[in-house]
């Protein structure tokens, strides 16, 4: 990484470190506008071709269990990487109430276009959103 090349980027907390954005941040902006996804997928010749314990195995640690895991760790990593950009001199700012709303409302001509998008594609894209939403304040 190089001083002057970004001047700002958006993205979970934990990719502070993961990018090790610690060693050339001044300032990060805590808004808790960003979720973190994740998931696992595989082939179906491939999940055949393993063995049926193997299978169960899998099956046992998706789902809710790997959700909790995966929050764990991503949360964990977070702090971590709060704690780097700090010792590394940089500034937090926490986001108001107030300054927040005035954010999510210039995000809004975006967050139009996706639903569009999908929409148009024959995707409910407002349902897609309004669940999105819905799981993001649990």
Excluded: C
């Amino acid at each position: 990484m190089v001083r002057g090349v970004v001047d700002g980027t958006v993205g979970p907390i934990h990719t502070l470190l993961d990018f090790s954005l610690q060693e050339v941040i001044d300032y990060v902006t805590v808004g808790d506008f960003y979720m973190t996804t994740f998931f696992g997928v595989m082939n179906q010749n491939s999940w055949d071709s393993i063995s049926e314990d193997n299978q169960e195995a899998l099956d046992a640690i998706k789902g809710e269990h790997m959700v909790q895991v995966a929050g764990e760790v991503i949360d964990d990593r977070s702090a971590e990487a709060v704690e780097a950009a700090g010792e590394a001199g940089a500034e937090f700012y926490e986001l108001s109430n107030e300054e927040r709303e005035e954010w999510e409302q210039y995000m809004q001509p975006a967050i139009e276009s996706w639903i569009e998008d999908k929409e148009e594609k024959g995707l409910p894209g407002q349902e897609i959103y309004d669940r999105a939403v819905e799981l993001s304040n649990e």
